[in-house]
């Protein structure tokens, strides 16, 4: 038998391994090896993605981990059966809930119990005496591990091995001990043992390596290391042998509580979906809808997938009956069963749905179904699935979180040697904000103020590029659970999160599907929360009870809001680029908002597909088919293909693919981007298009659409669920704009726009915004009524330094009487001297008469550190205090609340700059007409399709301006157009029908006022 390698840690053993299980598996594969086992510390996290390489290359992979064993050596752990795989699943959670994140600890007695299945390899440390209960708990599984790696240690190690193996009647077990798959990836182990230990590579000492031994070999190689004990070689082969278990054995079960007494999981889910469909269509069922029902049933039975679809169902269910607003979005809007059921809002007989997009027979995936709560409530939705299902059956996905290059750098840097300083602004001077036409990373450094040519610089970004994709930490994912009908920990090993009464699996939520794990994501989605107070809000108010159904339908008015780009804060549309898109497209029914919401995304943009569709809405082009087959696809969108369904669908009729190779398609298009290499399947694709008479140029702009795709995902089943949200959104902001911007900020953090940008659009609306008040304002927004309808009262949550508690404080004591003065106010809460000068600086004691500096004067005059006099006065004679300027006001409450209710940074600027019109003069001029203003930094985004170009928002208090940057001007202005608060330019106005923006030419700095804001902008790639 070949040569196989007992002891191999990937990445996964995080911060020690140098290599992904892939290149392991793929090197090991190419070097003859008969097989390989992956034993990464304390945790099973890479082994499916190594089976999944491993099946790939026909190559044997042994599952297994080393575990750290409390005041002992560690050991590794090889499983042989299922029966010790559920073994070492319990081992690795006990482990890690005996000790704290990040860390594990078995105790020797619980492994010394014994466990079916287990092969157990002792590393260097053991002794016959420490060791003499595993000898006794695993007679004939049991070796001696021995790694020789050229250094003076190895005498000394083979004679300890040899003793210990003739003491405990266990073989020498031969390993090269690997940590990466070639040896050039030695340094960086080095690199990565030094941030696990956080020092430099001067202070790590022995931890280092002496060489770079530790990679994959050959059997070649590991003979001649071993010529003197052939048979520790042969061991690891017989060992190997034993080791037949594959995750393909697990046996992944749902859970039964969704199933009642007398009835099997098939007959209840047609029974809810019999129901679902009488309550979605009373006036009788389509047939079509009938014809699709029954056909995904089959594929559902077929598949055994029917819990899975209750599971969802019984959550989403619970939800409802809490009044918690929820919406399923993704590929389950394809599926009339999930339509019936009521999991997603989306009516197929409305849409040509893929639904083989959400589950293949051909693939053999289980589906994904993605449900948003609101974010306010979700964790309700969480503790139901574990009282529901048990803490036993349920736990959160795992989600490793993989270096970038600018946390590579942040952690390479402090290796060799760099400063805190050095290495924030190394990291800060490489990202894509820096980056510009012609700009040189040279030139980048000699701007940050470091040394381009200094080694421990171009040591840290050579070495931080190497680091990039590896493994850095653990997170959780943001809400998929797993929930199954047996002990998780007998599938997988189950670990606690760093968030209190939270477990999570050990595997990222990307590699489930390759073990048939089922996974319900319970999403959080601000807009959610959002609608839902504001529901609440215009109940209080006007009297009205709405919900998601109840919101009038096609409203003229929200459409033509649309169409002036009247968007801030309406949810997916309200961003620069779907701004100036709407003007264009001019959305007039529910289906362009469909259209709308997708249309701006990668996959059209890449394809070439906006402006074809555009010409054609306009009826600048006529609409025209490459090929008769593709009007039923394409019809609803004037022959041009915008969505992942309608491209899959163009495979199947105009490709030969079957439904399921179509989707694959896709899915081999993501792996063609990250990895640079055509795809046989692409290729397929168009070969089938040019036989049936699609010209090559149309197919290659496919291949490219299908090639945006698959990175940046956006079917017609999601858009259609997102705009069902963004006409609700649209409507609630038309009639109801005080509710609904007070919502918005009550939400935070959320969407693309700042509380300040929110409160400011209300403000242009008409809608009055009341400052921040201790006699008034709650924690939340609020609305007041006001002569022409209600107006919003500011809430102390945007007060930076008061915390919610100091906040309710505030609120209970003035429930049960108003405060007379601040010294009443100050007795009464016993908030902190920090708190109250706090509520000054907000100016939020002006209903006792007092402006700021008056309020912390008084605050200062207070007995404070007394507690017998807490909250009464000095009797001491107030001086005369200088007023604050305008400017000083605007700058104390911009740093203090965000925002400023009163007046707008830029009245002031055009006060001492009458010359400069407003942002919404500048809305009012013709394209091509030249123009200097300013304005304050709102926004700036580079998505990664612009080809370098940043697009950026300025606001004043009378408009938004969108600018278009081009990477010249960007590279010549970057420092300033990235740090300004405050930001002149000069440019030329580019209108698009109704769309307008500014194309810069150049920035100049705003420097005539006395404003030294501490505004932040949102900046977004």
Not at 5 to 18: I, Y
Not at 274 to 288: H, I, K, T
Not at 534 to 550: E, K, M, N, S
Request: with cysteine; hydrophobic share 40%.
């Amino acid at each position: 038998m070949a040569w196989i390698e007992l002891c191999c840690q990937s990445a996964f053993s995080l911060l020690q391994g140098a290599s992904l299980p892939e290149d392991l598996i793929e090197t090991a594969a190419a070097a003859g090896l008969g097989g390989l086992a992956i034993v990464d510390r304390d945790g099973v996290y890479g082994l499916p993605r190594a089976w999944r390489a491993a099946r790939a290359h026909d190559l044997q992979l042994i599952c297994g981990a080393t575990l750290t064993v409390e005041d002992q050596p560690s050991v590794v752990a090889l499983v042989e059966d299922l029966s010790g795989w559920g073994a070492l699943c319990r081992w690795l959670t006990r482990a890690h809930h005996r000790a704290a994140k990040g860390q594990a600890s078995l105790e020797l007695s619980h492994l010394a119990a014994g466990a079916p299945g287990i092969t157990l390899l002792l590393r260097p440390g053991w002794t016959p005496q420490t060791a003499a209960a595993l000898a006794r708990a695993y007679p004939g599984r049991l070796g001696v591990l021995l790694s020789r790696q050229l250094g003076p240690g190895d005498a000394r190690a083979t004679e300890g091995a040899l003793r210990l193996s003739r003491a405990l009647g266990a073989p020498v077990v031969a390993t090269n001990e690997v940590l990466y798959h070639s040896r050039d990836r030695s340094r960086v182990a080095d690199v990565l043992t030094c941030i696990r230990r956080g020092c430099t590579l001067e202070q790590g000492g022995h931890a280092l390596a002496a060489n770079a031994e530790r990679s994959l070999i050959t059997e070649h190689e590991i003979r001649v290391k071993f010529a003197d004990l052939p048979q520790a070689v042969d061991a690891a082969a017989a060992i190997a042998a034993r080791c037949t278990f594959s995750l393909a054995e697990l046996r992944y079960r749902y859970p039964h509580e969704v199933v009642p007494a007398g009835q099997t999981p098939m007959s209840w889910l047609r029974h809810l979906t019999e129901q679902g469909l009488e309550r979605r269509y009373p006036g009788g069922l389509p047939a079509q809808v009938r014809e699709r029902c029954e056909h995904e049933l089959a594929i559902i039975e077929r598949l055994q997938y029917p819990s899975y679809f209750l599971t969802v169902h019984d959550i989403v269910a619970f939800a409802r009956s809490r009044g918690i607003l929820c919406q399923g979005r993704g590929s389950a809007a394809n599926s009339a069963v999930c339509y019936a059921l009521g999991i997603t809002a989306v009516d197929p007989s409305r849409a040509s749905l893929l639904f083989e997009r959400f589950i293949s027979e051909e693939r053999g995936e289980p589906p994904d179904i993605d449900v948003d709560f609101e974010h306010t409530r979700r964790e309700e939705v969480l503790q139901y699935v574990y009282e529901r299902y048990g803490r036993d059956r349920a736990a959160l996905v795992n989600e490793v979180i993989s270096y970038r290059l600018r946390s590579a750098i942040r952690d390479v840097g402090k290796v060799f040697g760099l400063s805190l300083d050095q290495v924030d602004r190394l990291a800060k001077c490489t990202d894509r904000w820096s980056a510009g036409q012609g700009v040189e990373l040279r030139d980048l450094i000699l701007e940050a103020g470091l040394d381009p040519d200094d080694h421990s610089v171009r040591h840290t970004l050579a070495y931080a590029g190497a680091l990039k994709g590896l493994p850095r930490h653990l997170s959780i994912h943001v809400g998929g659970f797993v929930i199954a009908d047996e002990p998780l920990t007998s599938l997988v090993p189950v670990e606690p999160a760093a968030m209190s009464g939270r477990t999570v699996i050990q595997w990222d939520k990307d590699d489930i599907d390759i073990v048939g794990f089922v996974k319900v994501d319970c999403l959080a989605l601000g807009m959610l929360s959002a609608i839902r107070e504001t529901f609440d809000l215009v109940y209080q108010t006007h009297g009205l009870d709405l919900d998601l159904a109840t919101v009038p339908a096609e409203d003229p008015e929200v459409y033509e809001m649309f169409c002036r780009a009247d968007t801030v804060g309406v949810f997916q549309i309200e961003s620069r680029a779907q701004m100036s898109m709407l003007p264009r497209l001019r959305p007039r029914c529910f289906y362009d908002l469909v259209i709308e919401v997708a249309i701006v995304r990668p996959g059209p943009i890449q394809g070439g597909m906006v402006h074809p569709y555009l010409r054609r809405r306009s009826g600048d082009e006529p609409v025209t088919y490459a090929h008769p087959a593709l009007r039923p696809v394409l019809e609803r969108t004037l022959g041009v293909p915008l969505f992942q369904e309608q491209v899959m669908q163009m495979a199947v009729d105009v490709g030969g693919f079957t439904p399921g190779q179509a989707d694959e398609l896709r899915r081999a298009m993501a792996a063609w981007r990250k990895r640079g290499s055509m795809n046989a399947m692409a290729e397929r694709l168009v070969q089938g298009m040019l036989a049936r008479g699609i010209s090559e140029e149309y197919a290659q702009r496919i291949f490219q659409q299908i090639h945006g795709f698959g990175e940046y995902g956006f079917p017609e089943s999601h858009a259609a669920s997102f705009a069902l949200l963004v006409y609700v959104s649209g409507w609630l902001k038309c009639h109801h704009p005080a509710a609904f911007a007070a919502a918005l900020v009550n939400s935070q953090p959320m969407g693309f726009y700042s509380p300040r940008a929110l409160l400011l659009d209300a403000q242009r609306h008409g809608v009055e915004v009341r400052p921040i008040c201790v006699q008034r304002s709650a924690w939340d927004c609020t609305l007041e009524p006001c002569s022409d309808g209600w107006a919003i009262r500011v809430g102390l949550r945007l007060i930076k330094g008061l915390a919610q508690e100091q906040a309710a404080r505030l609120t209970q004591a003035r429930d049960r009487a108003p405060f007379r003065d601040l010294a009443d106010l100050a007795r009464r809460t016993a908030l902190p001297q920090d708190a109250l000068q706090a509520l000054a600086e907000a100016n939020a004691f002006a209903a006792f008469g007092l402006d700021r500096r008056r309020a912390a004067w008084e605050l200062q005059g207070l007995w404070a550190s007394l507690p017998l006099f807490a909250g009464l006065r000095r009797n001491e004679p107030a001086p005369p205090l200088p007023p604050e300027t305008p400017a000083q006001a605007i700058d104390t409450d911009y740093r203090r609340v965000g925002l400023s209710v009163d007046k707008h940074p830029m009245q002031l600027v055009r006060q001492a700059r009458p010359e400069l019109p407003s942002l919404a003069q500048v809305g009012e001029l013709d394209g091509g007409q030249r123009v200097r203003c300013a304005g304050l930094v709102t926004s700036r985004q580079r998505p990664g399709t612009s080809k370098g170009v940043v697009f950026m928002t300025l606001e004043d208090e009378t408009a938004l301006l969108n600018l278009v940057v081009w990477p010249k001007i960007w590279s010549e202005h970057r420092r300033l157009a990235r740090g300004a608060v405050l930001l002149g330019v000069e440019g030329v106005v580019q209108r698009q029908g109704r769309a307008l923006s500014l194309r810069v030419e150049r920035f100049w700095p705003v420097e005539s006022t006395d404003l030294e804001l501490q505004a932040c902008s949102r900046d977004f790639h």
